[in-house]
């Protein structure tokens, strides 16, 4: 019995390490400001790298060029179903997102404030095939102190957000031959 109770974390730690893999893919939609009416301003290009720790759990890197600016942020995800790339019982959820990013604009103006932004948002991811997944995502970013000097945000504007759709690609570090289709 004792030596069932010792195992029994070092199996816990399996299960959980081999739920993780990698993404990597890319993102493209609208850029909008949010002031007395919606305003959509320029197109939106996005790189996306995301690691799923498990399968309602995910942290992700994005790096996005918007109008004459670009913004980089890290997200932590939370999936509302259980979701696998790959998959054939856990092949799509809705999600929301919230993290931290800086808006670099392109401009030579310096400004004294800080570029920091608090991005959140909602999307729907499908799992096509064994490596491809699909998203439709929009976003919001609460700016906390960013403005001039970028296209699509003007002084005291609080929000701006970005609407698309994005494509990801999963690989492993590690050669995994496991089964995505575990029930919870």
């Known amino acids: 019995m004792r030596q069932i109770l010792l195992m029994l974390p070092i199996v816990f730690m399996c299960i959980c390490a081999s ?5 990597i893919g ?6 909008f400001r949010i002031d007395r009416n919606l305003k959509r301003t320029s197109m939106a290009y996005e790189l996306i790298y995301r690691h799923s720790f498990n399968s309602r759990q995910a ?3 994005t790096a996005t060029i918007a109008g004459k600016a670009f913004e980089l942020a890290a997200r932590y995800e939370i999936n509302y179903l259980n979701f696998f790339l790959g998959s054939t019982k856990n092949y799509y959820s809705t999600y929301i997102f919230g993290g ?10 310096t400004s004294k404030r800080l570029p920091v932004a608090l991005p959140f948002g909602l999307g729907f991811k499908y799992s096509v095939g ?4 699909l998203a439709v995502e929009a976003g919001l970013r609460k700016d906390l102190g960013i403005g001039k000097g970028v296209e699509f945000l003007e002084p005291n504007l609080d929000f701006y957000g970005f609407l698309g759709v994005a494509a990801t690609y999963k690989f492993s570090f590690v050669n995994q031959h496991k089964c995505r289709n575990l029930e919870f």
């Open 19 to 23: 739920a993780q893999y990698d993404e």
């Open 26 to 31: 890319g993102f493209v939609g609208s850029a």
């Open 130 to 133: 064994k490596s491809l997944g």
């Open 100 to 109: 931290l990013s800086l808006l670099v604009p392109y401009s030579s103006q």
């Open 59 to 61: 942290v992700s890197g």
